[in-house]
């Protein structure tokens, strides 16, 4: 023995599916999952997953309400891998929030922390000291009715649609692996082809 014991465990992921998936079948008690860009202002299907985890004794953790920085003034990093629908609709909800005088930040942090009761905990980051500060004042704010107003205005003009990028990691991680397995059996055929000449 290691001398290493871990009294509880959890898995973290985005499609949520699969997180359910993992706890099922799962030979090993899993305690806790982390769900990430799956309760804000753009896509809320962690509330369909929310009564089997909580049914299973599962905690569940509600990460990046900013959806790692759709939901921001200064937009996505490149890597993103939101769809261009996305993308342009997150853009449209920050310029309007801008219009109206209110940091889409605060409304999305807003959304997440105050909006579903059932989700316990929400994890945010934070790139310094003022985003911390700024997500506490948030945290001891609450929310307003104007504010809810605004939030239910945000999503029904800007997110009606799904706005998931459910699959599109995947379909580009299949894609390698397919042609990952088309260099490697030409490979093997060519070495077959040389070991019988």
Not at 24 to 29: C, G, M, P
Not at 42 to 63: C, K, M, R, S
Request: contains cysteine.
């Amino acid at each position: 023995s290691s001398g290493i014991n871990a009294e509880y465990g959890g898995v973290s992921g985005y499609p949520l599916d699969k997180l359910r998936t993992l706890v099922e079948l799962s030979s090993v008690k899993i305690d806790v999952v982390l769900s990430y860009s799956k309760y804000t202002l753009h896509d809320t299907q962690l509330l369909t997953y929310l009564p089997w985890f909580t049914e299973q004794g599962v905690g569940v953790i509600n990460a990046s309400p900013f959806s790692m920085g759709l939901l921001t003034e200064p937009g996505p990093p490149s890597w993103h891998p939101a769809r261009p629908a996305t993308r342009e609709a997150a853009k449209a909800a920050v310029e309007f929030c801008k219009s109206e005088g209110y940091p889409i930040t605060r409304l999305a942090l807003k959304f997440a922390l105050f909006t579903e009761p059932s989700i316990p905990v929400t994890l945010v980051g934070c790139e310094n000291k003022e985003q911390l500060l700024e997500n506490l004042t948030v945290q001891k704010e609450g929310i307003t009715q104007d504010e809810n107003i605004l939030i239910n205005t945000i999503r029904e003009k800007f997110f009606s649609d799904s706005h998931s990028w459910e699959g599109i990691g995947e379909e580009k991680y299949w894609g390698k692996v397919k042609k990952e397995m088309e260099k490697a059996s030409t490979m093997y055929w060519k070495m077959q082809s040389a070991t019988q000449d």
